[in-house]
Every structure is written in structure tokens, then in C-alpha cells.
């Protein structure tokens, strides 16, 4: 029998949450990355006595637009600090007149409309193709949706995130556009972020948060920054509360993961060893130490 695992659980915090409660022996820690700097400080802690690690996705007061994250340092550090799962937590606007503000969507699929970010690891010096056909892992949703019912959240499992760049919103033939696809709600942040965490072979899901409807709805005029911004800290601390109660359940010992996330990069290494660049190779060191260390 192959050896367990002790998960050690990452959490991204998205617009609203810029800490979480629960955390024991807790510190905010400085993680350098050969990909820059990341969003802030990880809050590394204990919960329920699992190893939790946070990062505020915009940063501590919120400084960072969407286009000016520094994905490939924020999943790098949390990989370089020991992370397995990471739990992503997205506020969104929706799509669907049926996910109302303070609803939350686990989203099982991406489109990636955004165009201003770094969106691989990997490129000159060592190429690699990993699949995101399926681009969150399964297991966390299951335990996601189980701890969201049992706290009585309003939740639908499923649905499609667009991804768009910002950081304006959309123009109304925008929002009809992706309506038309079916998608189900709208952001910045989770692209490239679940394509990165998919190199990096963590476990990744999002949790979308519905603070308003996009502006297909013919009320949305109607809302006022006061409002969203009230639907923002509610959710925020919905969000708290789930935390507290999934990462018990993902924190348990286990074997490797059966959608195959730890190990995708077992068949997407294309570059030749003989010419792969060792400036690229020193940079790969957390994220593919596994194959190239």
C-alpha cells in the first residue's frame, strides 16, 4: 500500500476575505519565488489540527487589481509552502436569474477569456501540455457541497465560471454573449490561477461567491455599491464558516488523488532533457521538483 498523504490546505482568498477565523500557533510568513513576489504574506496556522495556509488573493486591503496578480508566485509559494489542496474562494457576479446574490456556485468548469497574464510555468526551456479538460478536482467539490448543505448555505454544484480580464465589468452584449454560452457566472481571478495550480499538481476548486447580477439583468442598474458591497461581506463571512467546516474533512490522511491532479504532469513534459535550460529547470523547483528535481 502506497503511503498516505498529510494534506496540507491551501486557501485563496478572493474580494472580502482577507483573513480566516479559527487559525491556531498562526504567523504571516514572507515566501520568496523565482516568479516574483505573491499577493501578500502566508498566513500559515493550524485549524481543527490541520496545517491551513492562506493567501489573500488582492492582498491585505486589497492593492491588487485582477490583471496586476502575480498567479504563477501566488500558486508557486503556496506549493513551496507544502500545500496539496488548495480551496479557492471567488466573488462573482451571475449569470443565471436562478443564482441570486449570496449564493455560492462550486464550479466545475473555466472559459478563459483573459489575455494580460502569465498563464504557464513552463515555455522557452522546457515545454509542457498538461490537461485541464477537467480543471478542479472532484474530491474537494464532494467535500465542499457536503460541509456547505450541512451548514444550511445555499449552494449549487456545477457550473461554468468566465473568466474575463477587467477590470471594467461588461458591456451588456458581453453579458448576453456569455449567457448564451450557459455560463453561470462571471470573474477575474480564477484564470490562470486553475491552469497554474494544475502544472503545479495541486488539488484546486473554486468556490464562486454571487455578490450581484451581471448587468443582463434588467434590474441591475437598480443596484447600488452599498448593496454589493453588503452581499460582499456576508458572503465573506459564509465563507468563514465553510472553511472551518471543509477543512477537517480534506485534512484527513489519504492516498493520491483520484482524478490524478498530483500527477499531471506525468505525461506533459515534452521538452528533450538534453535541451532544457537549467535557468528554467532552478525556477521549476516546487512546482515540478517531482519529475525534474
Not at 20 to 42: A, H, M, N, Q
Not at 65 to 71: D, F, G, K, R, V
Not at 89 to 110: N, R
Request: proline share 6%; with cysteine.
Amino acid at each position: 500500500m502506497a503511503d498516505l498523504i498529510t494534506p496540507v490546505i491551501g486557501i485563496i482568498g478572493g474580494s472580502g476575505l482577507y483573513d480566516i477565523d479559527g487559525l491556531e500557533d498562526k504567523r504571516w510568513r514572507k515566501v520568496s519565488t523565482p516568479w516574483g513576489d505573491p499577493s501578500d504574506e502566508l498566513l500559515e496556522g493550524t485549524l481543527a489540527g490541520v496545517r491551513c495556509v492562506f493567501l489573500p488573493r488582492h492582498g491585505r486591503g486589497h492593492p491588487l487589481s485582477p490583471s496586476h496578480l502575480n498567479y504563477r508566485a501566488n500558486i508557486d509559494a503556496l506549493k513551496r509552502a507544502g500545500c496539496t489542496d488548495v480551496l479557492s474562494l471567488s466573488a462573482v457576479g451571475s449569470l443565471k436569474a436562478e443564482l441570486p446574490p449570496g449564493h455560492f456556485v462550486i464550479v466545475d468548469q473555466f472559459i478563459d477569456r483573459s489575455f494580460a497574464r502569465e498563464k504557464s510555468f513552463f515555455g522557452d526551456g522546457c515545454v509542457a501540455h498538461v490537461s485541464v479538460a477537467h480543471p478542479v478536482c472532484p474530491r474537494i467539490g464532494d467535500a465542499v457541497e457536503a460541509a456547505a448543505r450541512d451548514l444550511g448555505l445555499p449552494v449549487t454544484r456545477g457550473g461554468t465560471y468566465l473568466v474575463m480580464e477587467g477590470p471594467q465589468f461588461s458591456t451588456k452584449a458581453e453579458s448576453e454573449l456569455y449567457r448564451s454560452w450557459g455560463c453561470s457566472v462571471i470573474g477575474m481571478t480564477n484564470m490562470p490561477e486553475a491552469k497554474l495550480a494544475r502544472e503545479a499538481e495541486l488539488c484546486y476548486a473554486t468556490v464562486a461567491m454571487v455578490t450581484d447580477f451581471d448587468c443582463w439583468h434588467p434590474d441591475h442598474d437598480h443596484v447600488t455599491v452599498d448593496q454589493v458591497v453588503k452581499v460582499l461581506f456576508g458572503n465573506a463571512e459564509k465563507a468563514r464558516a465553510l472553511v472551518k467546516s471543509v477543512v477537517p474533512a480534506l485534512g484527513a490522511p489519504r492516498g493520491l488523488c483520484p482524478a490524478g491532479c498530483d500527477r499531471a504532469l506525468d505525461h506533459a513534459i515534452i521538452t528533450a532533457p538534453d535541451k532544457r535550460k537549467p535557468a528554467l529547470m532552478a525556477k521549476l523547483d516546487a512546482v515540478a521538483g517531482r519529475l525534474l528535481g
